[in-house]
């Protein structure tokens, strides 16, 4: 029986939509297979490159060769896809940048421009700010003018962004950029723009409509600038912020968001000043805990809930009666937290914590959260000691006050077996909950 060839039975339109979804090198390759695949990767709606993949000394002047013959046959109305990691741009930047300027005018619909650090490039042309068909824009390390004109981007859906302005006006860039784009949907700036001057006050207001995911991702701030940002973002359910340090925040129109992270050495340290115990900034960390309180899944990390800790001891912290998931790394003095946190989220099922070792005298719990009585259900404790005490003595809190749990996760960071047996017998509490299973991994 003969074996029929599928793949060759397919038409062209289908097969270069395949070829869409692989790096360019690799498609360029099919043209070895056959005659009739000889040329089929020149009509590929779509180009994605790394410039060191040309490996000649030549290699930026193979590139660009390389991606004219590519627009001659290909520059149509129905390019899609151009991504471009490019190292080098040494006598060859205007042509590089004259051929981005062509693809957007080729009607491209996704474009991810990834530049070398020490090759900041301004886009020459400014078709940029006026693509009618771009539906996702990533730029890294391309540098970006302040229009003088509106920006229109009317498809766009994605926008990331990472160190694309010099100067005082790159948060003006970035917002003109976002209310430019009437249908975004999620937005990612990373360390957007470069401030070379100290002791100015910066603001970037995010504002959008339609935006569902924000992710913030800023380098502390310790060239006395001072930086502010304003959200607002009624249809947002995914918040992050990532090592992003704010000498002012403020958020509103938050009742959509489903998640939100917190990821950041010193987030909300706000300048230093809650440790200063000023006024003003605990009523701008208890608006913004007030706003996210209806948040339903959160991931915070140790460093913010140090600064919690710190400022539960002056105001008060926010119920978060909507919270079902909690994910939070506890350290140094934050352990004390514990109980007061929980106690804010009367309707937590599941936990996830990560542990840093303790002193003993350190743990102290007295109080019995609502959560733990009525609803916690699964409870995972990553990096515990073997014999450490002060983990011991968390084990056995959760064990004994948690009346519904159903399974605790013990994860270890060096375990054996005949050690985990040890540690069974050190577990002297009596499990409140009869079905709650303890598993040691």
């Known amino acids: 029986m003969e074996e029929c060839d599928y793949i060759n039975e397919l038409p062209d339109s289908l097969l270069t939509q395949i070829l869409l979804d692989l790096r360019t090198k690799d498609s360029v390759k099919t043209s070895v297979l056959s005659k009739r695949w000889r040329n089929l990767w020149l009509n590929v709606p779509g180009l994605d490159l790394f410039s060191l993949q040309f490996t000649n000394p030549h290699h930026e002047e193979g590139l660009i060769r390389f991606m004219d013959r590519f627009m001659e046959s290909n520059c149509r109305s129905r390019l899609q896809k151009f991504m471009i990691r490019y190292f080098e741009c040494n006598g060859y930047r205007d042509r590089f940048m004259e051929l981005i300027g062509t693809v ?5 619909q996704h474009l991810y421009v990834y530049m070398h650090t020490c090759n900041r490039v301004d886009f020459i042309r400014q078709n940029i700010y006026k693509s009618k068909t771009l539906v996702s824009l990533k730029l890294y ?3 970006l003018k302040n229009p003088d004109f509106v920006v229109s981007l009317p498809c766009l859906k994605i926008l990331k962004l990472m ?3 010099y100067g005082e006006d790159g948060p003006l860039v970035v917002e003109k950029l976002i209310s430019g784009c009437p249908v975004l949907e999620d937005l990612e700036l990373i360390k957007p723009f470069d401030i070379l001057t100290q002791d100015v006050i910066l603001f970037l207001r995010v504002s959008s409509q339609t935006l569902k995911s924000l992710r913030l991702y800023f380098a502390t701030n310790g060239s006395g600038t001072e930086f502010s940002v304003e959200i607002d973002a009624p249809r947002l359910k995914y918040m992050t912020f990532y090592e992003s340090r704010f000498d002012r925040i403020m958020v509103k129109n938050m009742s959509s968001l489903f998640s939100i992270e917190i990821r ?14 000023d006024p003003r900034k605990r009523a701008i960390i208890c608006d913004f805990l007030t706003v996210i309180s209806s948040v339903r899944h959160m991931i915070i990390s140790g460093s913010i809930l140090e600064e919690l800790h710190s ?3 002056l105001g008060w912290i926010p119920q978060f009666r909507n919270l079902y998931h909690l994910q939070a790394s506890f350290f140094g003095t934050s352990l004390q937290l514990l109980p007061t946190f929980l106690e804010s989220c009367p309707n937590l099922k599941n936990l996830i914590m990560d542990y840093g070792a303790f002193k003993e005298e350190n743990i102290d719990f007295h109080e019995v959260p609502q959560c733990l009585i009525s609803t916690l259900e699964y409870v995972h404790i990553n990096k515990l000691m073997m014999m450490e005490q002060s983990g011991i003595k968390l084990v056995n809190y959760f064990i ?6 159903k399974k605790l996760t013990l994860r270890f960071s060096f375990f054996s077996s005949i050690e985990s047996e040890s540690y069974k017998k050190l577990l002297t509490s009596t499990k409140l909950s009869p079905t709650c299973q303890v598993i040691f991994v």
């Open 104 to 108: 957007v005018d080729c009607g491209i």
């Open 163 to 165: 160190n694309i302005c």
């Open 400 to 405: 004994e006050n948690s009346a519904v749990l």
């Open 264 to 277: 950041a050495k010193s987030s909300f340290e706000y300048g230093g000043l809650l440790k200063a115990e």
């Open 141 to 143: 390390n391309v540098e």
């Open 311 to 313: 400022y539960s001891k």
